[in-house]
């Protein structure tokens, strides 16, 4: 009879809750929230030039990131409080909201933060590694690195997750909409502002994939999952060190790692 009665209670333990039920609305989801209201501060700020000379704005800003400015360590992260115009801001902040908020208020306000604030410095990083003149402005890298660290929390929970195919089709959508309205304005000419980082897109979508792996809640535990922390931490942490090391060994002005020397 003990031995039974252990076995049962054994069995209760093991058995993880729905992944639904791990939503909290307290400690307060603020990451999101502030960060967003700081990007639309920055905005006013620094764009809503009324002579409408709001591109010489961005560039002197002693927020953006620059190549000739690189030895500013801040700007590798400061530039995700600036925005090239308002669609530009208005999608940034809907979908870091949407995608960000519901992470947030199951993993918490500082795994939250670390990935965003580690995919806004994998996209700077990138983007002084592979394109080595541009200029940048926008919370992208963050924004991937969220829609990413979606697909990093189904492959870890997705035993006790819900729809966790609809998740990532969702996600999905919303990305390839994002990159289809860029390249679109980018090959049709009619951009407005500062041209569009496709690095900083696909560097801070790989640091929310490899890093959420290694810092997002696992709530059912298994050997695998384990492999993949390390994994993922290990990936994340070998491209920052070669991020930094590259831009060390190349002081400006430089070539682009891959880009064709003119």
């Not at 039974?4 to 992944?19: A, G, I, Q, R, T």
Request: charged share 10%; aromatic share 12%.
């Amino acid at each position: 009879m003990s031995l039974k009665k252990v076995d049962v209670e054994s069995l209760k333990e093991v058995k993880p809750k729905p992944y639904v039920d791990h939503y909290k609305c307290w400690p307060l989801p603020l990451f999101i929230i502030v960060t967003s209201v700081l990007q639309v501060l920055g905005f006013f700020y620094y764009s809503m030039d009324p002579l409408g000379d709001n591109r010489d704005n961005l560039v002197n800003s002693t927020l953006i990131y620059r190549p000739d400015k690189r030895l500013q360590l801040w700007r590798y992260a400061s530039y995700a409080l600036l925005h090239a115009g308002w669609i530009h801001l208005a999608f940034n902040t809907l979908v870091q909201v949407l995608v960000g908020l519901p992470l947030e208020m199951v993993h918490g306000s500082l795994r939250v933060g670390c990935l965003y604030l580690a995919g806004v410095l994998a996209g700077s990083l990138g983007t002084s590694v592979f394109d080595s003149e541009v200029y940048l402005v926008g919370a992208s890298g963050g924004v991937y690195a969220l829609l990413a660290a979606h697909l990093a929390n189904v492959l870890i929970n997705y035993n006790i997750m819900q729809f966790a195919c609809l998740r990532l089709v969702a996600v999905a959508f919303v990305a390839a909409t994002d990159m289809g309205f860029a390249l679109y304005d980018y090959f049709t000419g009619v951009m407005v502002g500062l041209p569009v980082s496709y690095i900083a897109h696909l560097t801070g979508a790989l640091s929310g994939v490899t890093l959420g792996l290694a810092i997002l809640k696992s709530f059912k535990k298994d050997s695998l999952e384990q492999i993949l922390r390390w994994l993922g931490l290990g990936i994340y942490l070998a491209c920052i060190v070669f991020a930094v090391i590259y831009n060390i060994l190349h002081p400006y002005p430089y070539v682009g790692f891959g880009q064709i020397s003119m």
